[in-house]
Structures are given as C-alpha cells and as structure tokens.
T-cell receptor
C-alpha cells in the first residue's frame, strides 16, 4: 500500500553543522507534505509544510526540499543546536478527512 | 498559547481491565484526532471527528476500542479490555477545520499494560 518512510533511522551531527533528514514517499498523487518534530515525552510539533507545486520552502533555520521525480523529501536544519535533538517525521494527508500518514521517523542527536 | 490537553499523562493497567483517556482540544477547533504511537514508530490514526461526528474510524479496533465526542468539544477514548499489545502512547490532536492541514498535538498519554 501507499506509505511514507525515511531512509535513516538515526542521525548524529555536531553542534553548528547542518542536518539533512530524508523521507521517501510512494503516493505520487500526494499534494502536500508536513515535517513534524517530536521531543522526548511530547507530542509532535509542526515545523514546516510544502505543497507539491513547490520545490523548496524555507522557514527559520529550516528548509524543505521536494523532488517529485524521485518522490523524495528532505528537511535541512541550518546550524543545528542541542534543542534540535528530537525525532523528525514526515507526513502526508490521506483521504477525504485530511488525516495523515506518518513515516517511521529519524532520531536526530546533536553532539557537543 | 492555546494547547491540546490530555489526561492522564501516564497510565498503568492490567490486561483485561478497562482504561479511558481524555482530550480537550484547542478552543474552536472543530476537528479532533486520536492517534496511537508505538515506541519507535510514527503515529497511526485511530479515529477522526468533525464536531461530534466520526469522519474516519477505519483503523479503530472496534471490538475493544471506542471513542466519543458527545458535544463536539472534548473527547474520550476507551479500551476494554486492554491487551498487552495496547501499550503505546495515545496522542490527541486538533485542527481548526476539516480542510485545515495543520494539526496541534497534545502531550499524549503513555499506556502500559501489564
């Protein structure tokens, strides 16, 4: 069936470096994607979204890239900080009700 | 800043017992979601409400799970009887309307079934 998934389950980066978190999706008809951040013991928090008519969208220290040709999303975090340590999920809407399918997540660890 | 409230934050119960979780969405949010998140995985939708009506409960195990949102505001998710495999985080989220993609999640209820 259709699914949203991630290439790497864990990612460790040095504080100050840039982080790139990847996500592969299989539903070519998906027109919208969201990245969520989930800190330990908390619910997911919206970071940034992108529609399928865009290739790139920038937020504060974060950029999402969408490559529809290979059905791939990435989340780039600039100057990674200790507070960025969390699990990051990509998600796409499914069905009439705009509920979401979440990928399995990538755990980002920021090293001092 | 308005937040989604959930209680309890932690629950330990024995298998075959009944357990209930409560969620109070952000004021004015018409759409409410219940998700189950198994450790190390992404959230999976259990049920979605628009006001007091169920929009999608296709993934709710209806033999043991039930959910209600009687007045279209707060919601209760119940499991009876609980099984060992129900141990997970139960997340509630809300959004402004059915067509609104941005969901706001509560802190979750961590359920452990022994």
């Amino acid at each position: 069936g259709e699914s949203v998934g991630l290439h790497l389950p864990t990612l460790s980066v040095q504080e100050g470096d840039n982080s790139i978190i990847n996500c592969a999706y299989s539903n070519s008809a998906s027109d919208y994607f969201i990245w969520y951040k989930q800190e330990s013991g908390k619910g997911p928090q919206f970071i940034i979204d992108i529609r399928s008519n865009m290739d790139k969208r920038q937020g504060q220290r974060v950029t999402v890239l969408l490559n529809k040709t290979v059905k791939h999303l990435s989340l780039q975090i600039a100057a990674t900080q200790p507070g960025d340590s969390a699990v990051y999920f990509c998600a796409e809407p499914r069905g009439y009700g705009q509920n979401f399918v979440f990928g399995p997540g990538t755990r980002l660890s920021v090293l001092p | 800043e308005a937040e989604v409230a959930q209680s309890p934050r932690y629950k330990i119960t024995e298998k075959s017992q009944a357990v209930a979780f409560w969620c109070d969405p952000i004021s004015g949010h018409a759409t409410l979601y219940w998700y189950r998140q198994i450790l190390g995985q992404g959230p999976e939708l259990l049920v979605q409400f628009q006001d007091e009506s169920v929009v999608d409960d296709s993934q709710l195990p209806k033999d043991r799970f039930s959910a209600e949102r009687l007045k279209g505001v707060d919601s209760t998710l119940k499991i009876q009887p609980a099984e060992l495999g129900d141990s997970a985080m139960y997340l509630c989220a809300s959004s402004l309307a059915l067509g609104s993609y941005e969901q706001y999640f509560g802190p979750g209820t961590r359920l452990t079934v022994t």
